[in-house]
């Protein structure tokens, strides 16, 4: 089993950036597809991005697309969510996500991933 730990929540001002990461461990880490997800109070849990194990694919929200960029570096066990040019909507609870999957396809719903951290607050002030 992997555990995961994110880090790099915050406060930041609208148009400001934040690096999220999420360090894993007990488990081979490349063998893993990753995700990030974000849930806002009252709104159901939302897929934000997504890679596949060996970093064949990716996905992206349509919502960030073009602002956000996931990225892993398997010889730390970890993976990186660089956000850029945040708007408010973008407040959330941050959740990293870890499956194993030796598929090409992207996972992107909350029910494919049984590995998940405990969530870093990211607030986007106007």
């Known amino acids: 089993q992997v555990q995961l730990v994110e880090s790099g929540g915050g406060l930041v001002q609208a148009g400001g950036s934040l690096r999220l990461s999420c360090a894993a461990s007990?488990?081979?880490?490349?063998?893993?597809?990753v995700a990030w997800f974000r849930q806002a109070p009252g709104k159901e849990r939302e897929i934000v991005t997504a890679?596949?194990?060996?970093?064949?694919?990716?996905y992206y929200a349509d919502s960030v697309k073009g602002r956000f960029t996931i990225s892993r570096d398997n010889a730390k066990n970890t993976v990186y969510l660089q956000m850029n040019s945040l708007k408010p909507e973008d407040t959330a609870v941050y959740y990293c996500?870890?499956?194993?999957?030796?598929?090409?396809?992207?996972?992107?719903?909350?029910?494919?991933?049984?590995?998940w951290g405990q969530g870093t607050q990211v607030t986007v002030s106007s």
């Open positions: 890679m596949t194990r060996a970093e064949i694919t990716t």
């Open positions: 007990g488990g081979t880490f490349s063998r893993y597809a």
């Open positions: 996500a870890a499956q194993q999957f030796m598929g090409s396809t992207v996972l992107k719903v909350p029910t494919s991933y049984n590995y």
